[in-house]
Structures are given as structure tokens and as C-alpha cells.
């Protein structure tokens, strides 16, 4: 496919993308976490709508050659971070489950682990 | 100058010639391929928007008071808010407004609390369609138990006192209180004198405020005898100081057969019984009426070291006899409600003293003159410079009395007559003395009631305004603290006791909306 938006304005789109994404999914995380800590003052609704829009336009734009790295041990202590982080949050959100939450939690963090080292072993660009 | 070109997918030929480039070359290329300064700058404004979403929130969270607002159209076709639904109708439509009739007393809705909220302020526009003897009530749920902390959001009674009397109001973050001035004859206080009851005042009010002993300052007993003759049960009040001595003097009637006891009863206020004395029958329990026997049977009760205050003694007979003296050691005694003046030769041939009350009334009364015996018919009872004949027996005869702060005397030349309508009486002038002058009444929703019984009413009460056509809003303000409140949500009761009464249970009251504000104060 042959992208619409190429040069200054392809990097740009791709930045804004990716910043509004993470912010998004930052907000979404901190709301879960602390009901209404973000709901309460913004609809983070309208920036769902702004992050799909970037994202169709993203599709269209040029990007760069990526380059692809071999792991070291920081890719894979983030990943074990992730891990832990993620069996945090979902410990805290199911905590009304009792001991099934345990279950539940540490299963959780276990994939992320896992499919997270899968995707980072991938050899395919 | 030797350039490591890591992590650059560049063939080894141009490796090769990128490494003999000079510096000057080398410098002119890297700036060509980066980015220009434009987009450095749009990216970097782009890094600052989720850094000033952050900053707001947190400044709004921690820095900034907060208000919510929650607007409940109750009329509207897709949800009424109010539960249960069945305790709610359909929605009506009425001059342009849409709104839904409460038909049953208790109704329930939520309201979502943030985390950290104060207060939350509530308003209701809703049709006045109540009784006046009913009030629209707001409960706030306080307990995980079915327990809710309420507030008279409307009163009738109280909107009806406000229309009429002069009132002040202080309006504070924990509550509004409303001072109503009944009567204008007692001095003008404010609301916190009243709080700190200041002796002299009858206070209806539902506030905390502790009642005061009462007493009479530098008070010395000294004896008092009353030769007014009286006739049946009597129930007096008296201010004891030291020890209570009584003596009563009484004359069997024999009108009627049985004994004719007299018992001296002594009460503390709550009616819980001191002492007690039995004065015997005379003798005679046939039905033998002698006009002319003077002999009397007399006892006295005499109860050592009593708490000086007050206390109710009474004088209980069966109405076959009459009291001829009293004679206590005490120097302050009135008669509460009635008496029955008995000086007369329809009973006894010796007994034709005239015989003379007091009273004193801060409200207007209406007295009332009652005898029973042709005899004592067609005389003129004199009260202060007034004169009232009465006429006939058996009738009731009436007069009105101003509220005023001095003494009035009843004077009877007859007697035989039943004097009601005043709470009080004395036989002197000296012996009067007013226990109840300063009293926490009981508040009720009765206007009538309170304007007679109360001097000023101290409520919790925020008036409300009026929006047409019978239309009103009302609001109120509730402290979230000690509050019952479950997954950020505030359940909230409307109470309207008279849906629950079935002599007023049809008069439903339409709501037409509630709006709701949740203060959230700043945490730092």
C-alpha cells in the first residue's frame, strides 16, 4: 500500500499516535485503578475517538525502517516488571474474589511474562 | 575523527565512504537527514499534552475544591430515579412540566459521592399538596441498618409561623436554624441566647438545648393558709424548700353514698410519687347532706428534706367533698387548670365568704365560668375592672383575656363555680409564681398548638422558595461525614408521613426534579 503521508507529516502523525495512545491507556490504567481519578474530570472517551482517527491515519503514513535488536537482560528484567505490574493490578481489581484472585492474578502475570519474552524472541521483522 | 556507525544498516562500500568524509562534510549530512526544528518543536509539544492532562488531574484532585453536579429530571419518560417504582406514577405532564406523583411515603434515591466530599447541597421542586399536619422529610442513610439522618426539608406549620411572626435565621455550614418570636410580649432574643435557654421562654424547638432548673432566687418559706373554699380534686404546684408541711381541712358533703376520702399526693415533675396521706370519711357513708354541720376532718403530710424546686401536690377526693383549708409552710402555690370555687350555701349554710383567684397570662386566653346550681345563678363575676353575669346554670360563660405581663383577679360573690381556661391560679397575689414560664415545648406540626404554647420556636429549617402555580423549591445542606456511603453512592430517603396515613394517603405530591451539588474540598 502506498502511504499518503510520507516525510515531516508521516513522523508527525506516528508521534501523535503513539504519545495519545500510551496517554490513553496510562489514564485508562490509573482509572482503574483509583475509580474516577480521571473519569471524574475527563471523558477519556473523546480520546479513544482521537487515538482511532491518528491510528487510521498512521495506517496511511510512511514509516521508518525498524530496526531490529538482539535481547539483552534490560529487555528482559522490563518484561519481568511487566509481569509483576500487571499480577499487581489485577490482584488489587479481583481482590473481592478471595483466594480465586490469587489464582487469577498470578496466571495473569505468568502469560504476560510469557507471550511478552514469545514476541521479543520472534525472529520475523 | 574515527565515527562508530552501530545500529546503521549501511552496506561495507558505503561505510567505507562515509568514513573518509571530513568533519565540515560530516556535519552538513547530519544536519540535511535530521528533522527540522519545526517538527522537533510539534513533537515536543505533543510530549506536553498527556504531561498537562496529568498536571490538571492531579492539580484538580489535590489543589482545587470541586463541585459535582447531579440533576435528576424526575418527569422525564426514560427514568424516574426514584425507587421502588412501583411507589412512584408514570410520568404527568401539567402546564408544561413534566413531572411524577410520590404515592407512598417512603421513597429512596442515589447519589454518587466522590472520594473526599464534605457536603452536598440538594434541591426538589415539588408541588405543596400536603396537609399541615404533614412535612416533607430527607433522610441521608447513616447506619448499614435501614437508619437514615433526617431533615424537615418542608413544613407547613413552620412556613405558615414564618408568614406571620417575625423570625431570624443563622445559616451555618452544619445547619440553618430559623428563631420564630411568638409572642411579642417576651424580650427580643437571638438565636444563640435561645440556645443557651435563657429562662423566662417557652421554646418549641428540635435542637439539643438543655432545660434549666427551675428556681426562684433568694426564696425563704414562710406559712401560707388559703380559706378559699374549694370542692373536689385539685392539683397544685408548689415551691419546696427545706421541709413540706400541709395541713387540709375538709367538710364531708354526703350528697352521695360511700366513703369521702381525701388523700394528699406529692409528686417529683416526672409524676413519681413522694408521699402520701388519707384524711378519713366523716363517718357518714349514707347519702345524707346537713347543710349546717361545721365539724371538718383534717391530716397533714410532712415530708423532710425535699430538693428545693417544684413539686405537685395533689388534693384527690371523689367531688362529695369540700376543702375548706389549706395551710402549708411553703409560700409559693398555684392551682393548675381549674378550680372549683365552693364558698357558697349551696353546700354548706357558714360558707358565704366571697372568694378571689389570680392569674397572669402571656397569650391570649379564653375563660370559662361554669355553676351547676340555680343558687348560684344570676351573679356577676368580676375579673379586673370587667364584669361577666351569669345568668343560668349549667351554661358556660366566657371571657376573653389579652396576653398581657400583669396580674388579673377573679372575684366571686357566689361562687359555686367552676373557673377554667387559664393553665394557672393562685389564691394571693404572693403565692403566685410561674414554674413553667420557661419550658422546652414539645414541637409539633400544629400552628394553633405552638402559637399557644410556645413563646418562640428554635427549628433547623431552611425556608422555601416559591416557584408558581404551587410549585416550590426547598433546599437543604447534609454532611457527607458519618454518612453511610457504599461504592461512591449516597442512598437518600423522601419521607411524607401523611402517604402512610389513610385519611390523607390520596394526597400524593408531584416532584417535578431534585438537583444535587457534592462539595469536594481541596486536599492541600
Not at chain 1, 482511532?52 to 535488536?69: A, C, M, R, T, Y
Not at chain 2, 449516597?490 to 394517603?505: E, F, G, V, W
Request: proline share 4%; charged share 20%; glycine share 4%.
Amino acid at each position: 500500500m502506498k502511504p499518503i503521508f510520507k516525510g515531516n507529516l508521516a513522523s508527525i502523525i506516528n508521534h501523535l499516535f503513539q504519545t495519545l495512545l500510551v496517554t490513553y491507556l496510562l489514564l485508562l490504567l490509573i482509572d482503574q485503578i483509583w475509580s474516577g481519578f480521571v473519569s471524574l474530570y475527563l471523558n477519556i472517551n473523546y480520546l479513544l475517538i482521537i487515538v482511532i482517527v491518528l491510528g487510521v491515519l498512521d495506517i496511511f503514513s510512511e514509516h521508518p525502517q525498524l530496526n531490529i535488536k538482539k535481547a539483552n537482560w534490560k529487555d528482559y528484567l522490563f518484561i519481568l516488571l511487566l509481569g509483576i505490574a500487571g499480577f499487581i493490578i489485577i490482584k488489587f481489581k479481583t481482590s473481592s474474589l478471595g483466594a480465586l484472585s490469587w489464582v487469577i492474578s498470578i496466571i495473569a502475570g505468568i502469560l504476560i511474562i510469557l507471550l511478552s519474552i514469545l514476541i521479543l524472541e520472534d525472529e520475523k521483522p | 575523527m574515527e565515527t562508530k556507525f552501530t545500529n546503521i544498516n549501511v552496506d561495507k562500500k558505503t561505510e567505507s565512504e562515509i568514513r573518509k568524509l571530513t568533519k565540515g562534510e560530516f556535519g552538513k549530512i547530519k544536519n540535511h537527514s535530521s528533522e527540522p526544528a519545526y517538527v522537533k518543536f510539534i513533537k515536543i509539544i505533543i510530549i506536553i499534552i498527556p504531561i498537562a492532562i496529568l498536571c490538571y488531574l492531579v492539580t484538580a484532585h489535590f489543589f482545587l475544591n470541586q463541585q459535582f453536579n447531579y440533576f435528576y429530571n424526575i418527569g422525564n419518560e426514560k427514568e424516574s430515579f426514584l425507587t421502588p417504582v412501583d411507589r412512584v406514577s408514570q410520568p404527568i405532564s401539567d402546564s408544561g412540566i413534566n413531572f411524577r406523583n410520590i404515592t407512598s411515603s417512603l421513597t429512596y434515591f442515589n447519589v454518587p459521592i466522590e472520594d473526599g466530599s464534605k457536603n452536598i447541597s440538594i434541591s426538589i421542586k415539588f408541588k405543596d399538596n400536603l396537609p399541615e399536619s404533614s412535612k416533607l422529610i430527607l433522610g441521608a442513610k447513616d447506619s448499614v441498618d435501614w437508619h437514615y439522618q433526617s431533615t424537615v426539608i418542608y413544613s407547613p406549620t413552620i412556613e405558615k409561623l414564618i408568614a406571620k411572626y417575625p423570625y431570624k435565621q443563622n445559616i451555618s455550614q452544619n445547619n440553618s436554624l430559623i428563631l420564630i418570636k411568638l409572642n411579642t410580649n417576651k424580650p427580643d432574643y437571638s438565636i444563640n441566647d435561645i440556645l443557651s435557654f435563657p429562662g423566662n421562654v417557652r421554646i418549641a424547638t428540635d435542637q439539643n438545648i438543655s432545660e434549666k432548673q427551675f428556681t426562684i432566687s433568694n426564696y425563704q418559706p414562710s406559712q401560707l393558709t388559703i380559706d378559699t373554699a374549694i370542692r373536689g380534686t385539685h392539683n397544685f404546684y408548689v415551691y419546696i424548700k427545706d421541709t413540706f408541711e400541709v395541713t387540709v381541712e375538709k367538710r364531708d358533703m354526703n350528697w352521695y353514698e360511700n366513703e369521702d376520702n381525701l388523700t394528699i399526693n406529692l409528686y417529683y415533675l416526672n409524676n413519681s410519687l413522694i408521699s402520701s396521706r388519707t384524711i378519713k370519711d366523716d363517718g357518714e357513708t349514707d347519702a345524707k347532706p346537713n347543710k349546717t354541720i361545721t365539724k371538718t376532718q383534717s391530716g397533714t403530710l410532712n415530708v423532710p428534706g425535699l430538693k428545693e424546686g417544684v413539686y405537685r401536690l395533689e388534693l384527690k377526693n371523689n367531688d362529695d367533698v369540700i376543702i375548706t383549708r389549706i395551710s402549708i409552710n411553703q409560700n409559693k402555690l398555684i392551682v393548675k387548670d381549674k378550680v372549683f370555687l365552693a364558698s357558697s350555701t349551696v353546700y354548706f349554710n357558714d360558707l358565704t365568704d366571697p372568694s378571689k383567684l389570680y392569674f397572669k397570662s402571656n397569650k391570649p386566653i379564653t375563660l370559662k365560668f361554669t355553676t351547676y346550681h340555680d343558687a348560684a345563678a344570676n351573679q356577676t363575676i368580676k375579673i379586673d375592672d370587667q364584669r361577666l353575669k351569669i345568668i343560668k346554670a349549667k351554661v358556660d360563660y366566657n371571657q376573653s383575656i389579652q396576653q398581657s405581663s400583669l396580674m388579673h383577679q377573679i372575684t366571686s360573690e357566689k361562687n359555686d363555680l367552676l373557673v377554667s381556661g387559664s393553665d394557672f391560679y393562685s389564691f394571693t397575689e404572693d403565692s403566685w409564681f410561674e414554674p413553667f414560664n420557661s419550658a422546652k415545648i414539645l414541637l409539633k406540626d400544629d400552628s394553633i398548638y405552638l402559637e399557644n404554647n410556645a413563646d418562640y420556636v428554635l427549628v433547623n429549617y431552611l425556608p422555601v422558595q416559591d416557584a408558581g402555580d404551587g410549585w416550590k423549591i426547598s433546599n437543604t445542606n447534609i454532611q457527607l461525614s458519618g454518612l453511610y456511603i457504599t461504592d461512591k453512592k449516597l442512598n437518600m430517603l423522601i419521607n411524607i408521613p401523611h402517604l402512610a396515613n389513610n385519611a390523607t394517603k390520596s394526597k400524593y405530591i408531584p416532584i417535578d426534579w431534585i438537583n444535587m451539588t457534592v462539595f469536594k474540598p481541596a486536599k492541600f
